[in-house]
């Protein structure tokens, strides 16, 4: 074969992989700084909303990474988690695996900032990661880089939530075999629980660990502050009976959650099972004493959860409001 003949070899195999490269980019849809050019102020405005409600209402920075785990778990990062129920079709957030989950008015707070300056561009998906994104930061978190570009999906997966998310009583082999399933491994599964620093359980959650007889793997000293805080057998899931994860910095992301939990002040039994699992030990111990290894770990396992199977390109929707779908044109007649 001719010198001229390889040469233009090269550059046909050269183009097709960059149209390859191209290609795959264009698949994955995400990007830094999406909004750059059709709604160039859409990060700072989420920001500043995050903060100005972080201001007035605390735990709303809870709820923000709250929300990207019980979204982005649950098959695609689509804000599906935001949607009301209608007649036929119960939402996630009212299904049972959501209980405690709140604040979900403060994200259309968000979002009609967001539409003020810039209608039908930023999605409730972006909106929702963005704001776990700057919630983290506000509790002394890590920031994380997080691509946007995300569409917003038109159905709720409430009756397929127990085949996704993990339980508070479920075992440790179980838990990561489902983070496993969206690529997220055993450091990332222990860090992401290092979310479990910061809020409270409700009495709901916890009571059998009390009832009829204490948990004797329960570190004595932390039981008083339980039964006081939960000293119904059967609470009222709608009364306000919570016990802070971390009584030392509650408001606070850190790694203390894992000094805790190998203290066996571990309020649920994944708490206490992270800790003593073979498995997971080694990475409790090793955040326990190093911080910015549990910041390295969380990072990367909020990227993987955030990047989980998104609605990109032609898929999905640009919501009008978060907690409805758009409404589809009539077919003319």
């Known amino acids: 074969m001719g010198s001229r003949a390889l040469f233009f070899l090269a550059i046909l195999s050269f183009s097709a992989l960059s149209a390859i490269a191209e290609d795959s980019h264009e698949t994955s849809g995400l990007a830094m700084n999406y909004y750059k050019d059709s709604c160039p102020q859409a990060e700072d405005i ?14 709303t920075a809870f709820s923000w990474l709250r929300n990207i785990f019980h979204d982005c778990f649950v098959e695609s990062c689509d804000a599906s988690l935001l949607l009301d129920s209608t007649r036929r079709v119960l939402s996630e957030k009212e299904a049972d695996r959501s209980f405690g989950m709140r604040n979900f008015r403060y994200i259309e707070t ?30 002394g978190g890590p920031y994380i880089p997080l691509k946007s570009g995300r569409r917003d999906g038109r159905k709720s997966r409430a009756n397929i939530l127990e085949q996704y998310l993990p339980d508070h ?16 491994n055993t450091p990332g599964v222990v860090a992401l629980l290092g979310a479990h ?6 009495c709901v959650k916890l009571v059998h660990r009390l009832y009829p007889e204490v948990d004797p793997q329960l570190n004595p000293d932390h039981v ?30 850190d790694n203390n959650y894992y000094r805790n939990i190998l203290d066996n002040k571990g309020l649920m039994l994944v708490d206490h099972q ?52 758009n409404k589809l044109p009539s077919l003319a007649s």
């Open 46 to 59: 989420i920001k500043e909303q995050v903060k100005l409600l972080y201001k007035r209402h605390k735990n």
């Open 224 to 253: 008083p502050h339980m039964l006081k805080k939960c000293p119904d057998p059967i609470p009222d899931p709608k009364a306000v009976q919570y016990v802070r994860n971390d009584r030392g910095t509650p408001m606070k992301l």
């Open 169 to 184: 009583n479920d075992s440790m082999s179980l838990v990561l075999e489902r983070f496993s399933n969206i690529g997220i």
């Open 110 to 139: 968000i979002k009609e900032a967001v539409e003020r300056e810039c209608p039908g561009v930023v999605s409730c998906a972006d909106i929702l990661v963005l704001s776990a994104r700057d919630g983290i930061v506000a509790l």
């Open 274 to 325: 992270l800790a003593t699992d073979k498995r997971t030990k080694p990475h409790v111990k090793k955040m326990a004493k190093n911080q910015d290894y549990f910041f390295k770990e969380f990072s990367r396992a909020i990227t993987i959860l955030s990047e989980n199977n998104p609605l990109t390109g032609p898929k999905g929707e640009i919501r009008k409001q978060c907690n409805l779908a």
């Open 197 to 202: 620093s910061v809020g409270s359980t409700h």
